[in-house]
């Protein structure tokens, strides 16, 4: 069954899904904010098989959230290393993992903690904050629709 393209939607989210939306982009973007960064690497801590992960890395590579670079070893291979674009993810993926821990791990069970390097103080939950620093829930947001630009006289 071929999936519909949301490339062209009017939604952001249904844009940014058609990219990462599947849950094997998100976890090998995962692992290379962790630091993978060889297609082996990707394959023995996803258990992926190997067409799967070459489609999904091809895709990530296209759409400009990883990039190849010459390996850091100084060997001939290739490593997929994040763009900017990639980074860009990691607000998204940390906030989803702060979800999933609230929701998906009962009393006593206890996933990995996010931690700040430098001081080793667990991260702060994400919060949505308005201009004036107010926290926003989706009750206190809406979308509107831009306003349309003039063409040139």
Known sequence: MKRTSLESAECPIARALDVIGDWW????????????RRFGEFQKSLGLAKNILTARLRTLVSH?????????????????????????????LVALRQWGDAHYFGP??????????????????????????????????????????????
């Open 64 to 92: 400009g959230i990883l990039e190849m670079a010459p390996a850091s070893d100084g060997s001939s291979y290739q490593e997929y290393v994040l763009t900017e674009k990639g980074r860009g993810l990691f607000p998204v």
């Open 25 to 36: 982009s998100l976890l090998i973007i995962r692992d290379a904010l962790l630091g993978n």
């Open 108 to 153: 006593g069970e206890a996933a990995p903690e996010l931690v700040d390097r430098e001081h080793g103080r667990p991260v702060r939950m994400l919060e949505l904050h308005s201009e004036d620093g107010r926290i926003l829930g989706p009750e206190d947001t809406e979308l509107r629709q831009p306003a349309r630009k003039r063409q040139g006289r």
